[in-house]
């Protein structure tokens, strides 16, 4: 029982998310880790004005999902994310793709393709 597991990093604006969550639903993405980051890229960041202070932000608020798949075809997931947050601005996020070498389930101790299902 050998099955490629694939960990699927996607970092976005935090206002793309819920409709970014619903279309992976749509696909049989069940489960995910989200976390609010900071980050910039091409961006570099803006001035804000803290009482009449010019202020440099350079870390932007993202939305950085992470899934492991291994039922879910990894090229789908891609295309539904890139439909889903694609506007053609800098900003738009950026897809880390990574083999996942082995998961396990902490409650049952299960193992690989297992330790992601849900045996209830």
């Known amino acids: 029982m050998n099955t490629k597991m694939t960990k699927i990093d996607i970092i976005t604006r935090p206002n ?3 409709e970014l969550k619903e279309e992976l639903r749509k696909i049989g993405i069940t ?18 004005y803290y009482r009449g ?4 932000i350079n870390l932007i608020p993202k ?4 899934i492991v798949v291994c039922e879910v075809p990894v ?5 539904t994310a ?6 053609g601005k800098i900003g738009d996020g ?3 793709i990574y083999d996942v ?13 297992d330790a992601l299902q849900d045996h209830e």
Do not use: H
């Open 16 to 18: 793309k998310f819920e």
């Open 31 to 48: 489960g995910m880790t989200v976390s609010n980051v900071l980050g910039c890229g091409m961006q570099k960041g803006y001035t804000e």
């Open 63 to 66: 939305v950085k999902v992470e």
């Open 82 to 87: 890139e439909k889903v947050l694609r506007t």
């Open 101 to 113: 070498a082995n998961v396990v389930k902490i409650r049952t101790g299960e193992e690989g393709r």
């Open 75 to 79: 090229d789908l997931v891609v295309k």
């Open 53 to 56: 202070v010019p202020v440099d």
């Open 94 to 96: 950026k897809i880390f």
